[in-house]
Antibody, heavy 120, light 107 residues
């Protein structure tokens, strides 16, 4: 069955960096767009970034553009999110999610999330 | 970006009630809308896609309708497992956006 397992979250100081990883299994990873979505404590869902199946296309929310970089390694069935210049408002649970069909659409599988806390 | 607005923000209901949640888009999104359920401490779970298509494995008491800018999620007979927060999400544009959520509470 489809599994998405995030890792790499933790406590980081403002201005610091963190790299999140998502290990995928149970489907042909290289066939699907993948996304990162976050949820601040007690708040709603915010789409952060997506990457196309072959890494040709990426897109970012305005709130993270220029600071976050999404990437993937299809040989390792892994998705990544490099987060630089972190701010307090980046504190959230970060979910890795599989796009349902060929293209950025809806999300049919989600990981359990990894918590990123930005605080001095 | 396309803004998504859900109403109500909170809904109190009893087991067996029929419940309806509304989601409005700031511009037409055709039928490119999904609904998710999120229980506390868990990841969201896909319920409905393309406005009215039921995801495999989701109980038939969940249904979706609408097109253009106005959409609804209906739970025909609320069950104990259904007390959760529900989100709509548009995928008409590549910058996907979610509604702010509707929390369904026990009355």
């Amino acid at each position: 069955q489809v599994q998405l397992v995030e890792s790499g979250g933790g406590l980081v100081k403002p201005g610091g960096s963190l790299r999140l990883s998502c290990a995928a299994s149970g489907f042909t990873f290289s066939d699907y767009y993948m996304s990162w979505i976050r949820q601040a404590p007690g708040k709603g869902l915010e789409w952060v970034s997506y990457i196309s199946s072959s890494s040709i296309y990426t897109n970012y929310a305005d709130s993270v553009k220029g600071r976050f970089t999404i990437s993937r390694d299809n040989a390792k069935n892994s998705l990544y999110l490099q987060m630089n210049s972190l701010r307090g408002e980046d504190t959230a649970v970060y979910y890795c999610a599989k796009d349902a069909i060929g293209g950025p659409h809806y999300f049919d599988y989600w990981g359990q999330g990894t918590l990123v806390s930005v605080s001095s | 970006d396309i803004q998504m607005t859900q109403s109500p923000s909170t809904l109190s209901a009893s087991v067996g009630d029929r419940v309806t949640i509304t989601c409005r888009a700031s511009q037409s999104i055709s039928s490119w809308l999904a609904w998710y359920q999120q229980r506390p401490g868990k990841a969201p779970n896909l319920l409905i896609y393309k406005a009215s298509s039921l995801e495999s494995g989701v109980p038939s008491r969940f249904s979706g309708s609408g097109s253009g800018t106005e959409f609804t999620l209906t739970i025909s007979s609320l069950q104990p497992d259904d007390f959760a927060t529900y989100y709509c999400q548009q995928y008409n544009s590549y910058s996907r956006t979610f509604g702010q959520g509707t929390k369904v509470e026990i009355k």
